[in-house]
């Protein structure tokens, strides 16, 4: 008899705990914070275009140098033959122009960093076809001049370079255009005592990519291992403390000549092509360094390969680039800025 009697207890109060357990992971699943992961669906970009620049140009560095409230616009080719040294200048706040002192020698396929106040321009080729420079000049934005810092230990178009504490990183690239040769090594400049260190070299070698750093560690991202260039998924993790590398998700589109910019939670990975056959992409993709995702963000109004980008005041700024395949010839002098809504 108390066999059956506590069996059919159990079998009266079983229902309630299983409604209680089904309420309490309900409850739980609502508590989540929703800024504990990134969204599902798409990432919203608001973009307007702004007021364009004087020489339309391509092949620009992909980080556009932000100093002193001002945007910073550094050489490129103007089609598939010319290259320029002009340096041109844009205050957000007034959406207006100005130039600067042109770079003492013209270079495409360049980088350009900033450091206490300072635009380090590393690399490039001075003309469409050549050997890669290994060349470091300074802009110095107060008294309107240029300077030379130590050389690159090797000369590189179409390489990566971000800035962290002072420090600017470059990686990968190429040695001359047209080329076979993929550089995978990595070096650090520390303009504090004009010097350079090699670190560990690229676990995926490429050129034409783009790179940006969040929360201290680097993003390598896209880019292309041969020519004729074909767009790579690629995103690799650089852990500056600890020099090492590590692979990660990859694009949703493999992409080469793209830009990207970064904040703590986010690289945006901007434009770009898939082939060389390919006009400048539209395409922009959001990468959650702290879960190792990607969603698509909204595409931008303007097609581009090879542009610019950085991010000033919470937005995101585009700049330049070329909308044509091969060979190039038709460059974009566009600006467009784009607002994020989480």
Not at 68 to 90: C, H, L, Q, R
Not at 134 to 149: K, L, R
Not at 151 to 178: D, L, Q
Not at 185 to 191: A, F, G, K, L, R
């Amino acid at each position: 008899m108390f066999k059956i009697n506590r069996l059919a207890h159990l079998l009266l109060i079983l229902p309630l705990l299983l409604n209680c357990y089904s309420c309490s992971k309900e409850e739980s699943e609502n508590n989540t914070d929703p800024g504990d992961n990134p969204p599902t669906q798409k990432f919203e970009i608001s973009w307007s275009e702004k007021s364009g620049f004087s020489t339309s140009r391509g092949f620009l560095p992909t980080n556009a140098c932000v100093l002193n409230d001002s945007i910073y616009i550094i050489g490129g080719a103007t089609d598939d033959v010319n290259v320029t040294g002009t340096i041109e200048i844009y205050d957000p706040q007034t959406d207006t122009w100005s130039n600067g002192q042109t770079m003492p020698q013209n270079r495409w396929g360049h980088s350009a960093s900033v450091v206490n106040g300072k635009i380090y321009v590393m690399g490039g080729c001075k003309s469409t076809a050549g050997p890669a420079l290994n060349s470091t000049i300074v802009y110095d934005p107060g008294t309107n001049s240029w300077d030379t810092a130590s050389n690159m230990p090797v000369g590189r178009i179409g390489f990566a370079a971000c800035v962290v504490n002072n420090k600017i990183y470059v990686i990968g690239g190429c040695g001359e255009e047209p080329t076979e040769t993929i550089i995978e090594t990595t070096h650090v400049y520390d303009p504090s005592n004009d010097s350079w260190s090699v670190l560990s070299p690229l676990p995926r070698p490429r050129a034409y990519l783009t790179a940006s750093a969040s929360n201290e560690k680097i993003y390598a991202v896209g880019g292309a291992n041969s020519s004729p260039w074909y767009g790579l998924p690629y995103i690799d993790e650089y852990d500056i403390a600890s020099d090492t590398w590590t692979i990660k998700s990859n694009l949703k589109k493999g992409r080469w000549a793209l830009s990207s910019c970064a904040t703590d939670e986010h690289v945006f990975c901007i434009g770009g092509m898939q082939s060389p056959q390919n006009d400048g992409g539209f395409t922009v993709e959001v990468y959650f360094p702290g879960q190792d995702s990607l969603i698509s963000g909204t595409s931008m109004s303007n097609a581009r390969s090879a542009l610019s980008s950085c991010i000033y005041q919470g937005k995101i700024y585009t700049f330049g680039g070329c909308t044509s395949p091969y060979p190039w010839a038709q460059v974009s002098n566009k600006t467009e800025v784009g607002i994020w809504m989480e």
